[in-house]
Nanobody
């Protein structure tokens, strides 16, 4: 059974940091791309950052470049999203997702990802 379990969300003041974790199981981790997506109330889900577990290629949305860092620990089947200099507009539910066939990491499109976690809330207060 494929499982993706996010953790690390919470409430933080603007300018603060959080590290999200996505623990994966039930599939061959190295064959998949893992992405972090977020959805704020009333908005569409958007790709934040994606990484290829096989070659480490990454993608960052313009809104998070220079503030967020995605990394993968293949030995632990876990992907992290380090979020620094958080802004109120980063407030959203953050989801991790895994995709294999046809995924273009540099597109980071949620339509290309097959498996999804339950999400973790990130709230940034001003």
């Amino acid at each position: 059974e494929v499982q993706l379990v996010e953790s690390g969300g919470g409430l933080v003041q603007a300018g603060g940091s959080l590290r999200l974790s996505c623990a994966a199981s039930g599939f061959t981790f190295d064959d998949y791309a893992i992405g972090w997506f977020r959805q704020a109330p009333g908005k569409e889900r958007e790709g934040v950052s994606c990484i290829s577990s096989s070659d480490g290629r990454t993608y960052y949305a313009d809104s998070v470049k220079g503030r967020f860092t995605i990394s993968s620990d293949n030995a632990k089947n876990t992907v992290y999203l380090q979020m620094n200099s958080l802004k109120p507009e980063d407030t959203a539910v953050y989801y991790c997702a895994a995709g294999a066939h046809g995924v273009v990491v540099t597109r980071c499109s949620n339509t290309e990802y097959d498996y999804w976690g339950q999400g973790t809330q990130v709230t940034v207060s001003s």
